[in-house]
């Protein structure tokens, strides 16, 4: 009896662990609207993240940056409804070297809503180091100037 209820709990645990992640997910298109001007970040299942803003498209498997070919990459770790969400900036055309990361904190709203705190901000430069990152990170979403909502677009 024992062995049975064991195995059913770890049958539930799965179950929701894969509910929750499947419901608080970075992958699709999210929007911003600030001053009138419409943004977005199409974050794909590969790791790259396309930027859509005031008319211009980087694409994040290749775009210029500063005069260079580079992509751009997240890493996204889950936490319930909370997201530690690091993007890099590779130097395409230099072995892949890591010209920027930017930390954020994201917390899911809901499925199609995030609010996120991204410190782009720093003086860093390259490859930073766990420890880095996290005191780079921001902490909370106090500071309204530093806070934004983003929707999922969702197509009809």
Request: glycine fraction near 4%; charge should be negative; aromatic fraction near 10%.
């Given at each position: 009896?024992?062995k ?6 770890v ?41 859509k ?12 940056y ?15 409804k ?7 900036i ?7 070297t ?16 995030i ?5 782009m901000?720093?003086e860093?430069?390259?490859e930073?180091?766990?420890?880095m ?8 979403f ?15």
């Open positions: 009896m024992k049975h209820l064991k195995t059913a709990l049958i539930v645990f799965v179950a929701i662990s894969s509910w929750v992640s499947a419901q608080y997910n970075i992958v699709g298109e999210w929007f911003i609207v600030e001053d009138n001007d419409t943004s977005s970040f199409v974050f794909d299942t590969d790791g790259y993240v396309t930027m803003t005031e008319g211009e498209v980087l694409n994040g498997h290749d775009y210029d500063s005069g260079e070919r580079a992509a751009a990459k997240y890493i996204a770790k889950y936490n319930g909370i997201c530690k969400l690091d993007l890099y590779l130097l395409l055309d230099n072995d892949s890591i010209a920027l990361v930017a930390p954020a904190l994201i917390e899911f709203i809901d499925a199609n809503t609010k996120i705190n991204w410190n901000e720093h860093e430069i390259g930073l180091s766990s420890e990152l996290e005191q780079l990170r921001p902490k909370d106090s500071d309204p100037e530093e806070t934004a909502i983003l929707k999922r677009f969702i197509k009809k």
